[in-house]
């Protein structure tokens, strides 16, 4: 029987690093996909900075004020 209890120990450690490994695999995973949203965002909001800036320049550059009228 003690052949038995370390075989039973020894599944029993096999089966909990399996699961160490595919909570580490998982973890990886999410952090990864977190990192990626936040490029994203990031991105995001410097495409939107630009485009602000970008308007706000055309608005007032001197080709489109000379087409606007005053009144």
Do not use: C, D
Request: proline share 1%; glycine share 0%.
């Amino acid at each position: 029987t003690l052949r038995s209890q370390l075989l039973l120990l020894h599944n029993q450690l096999l089966y909990e690093r399996y699961k160490r490994e595919q909570h580490a695999v998982r973890n990886r995973r999410l952090l990864r996909r977190i990192i990626n949203a936040t490029a994203l965002e990031e991105q995001n909001n410097a495409m939107a900075s630009f485009t602000i800036v970008a308007t706000n320049m055309s608005f007032f550059s001197p080709a489109s004020l000379q087409t606007r009228t005053l009144t």
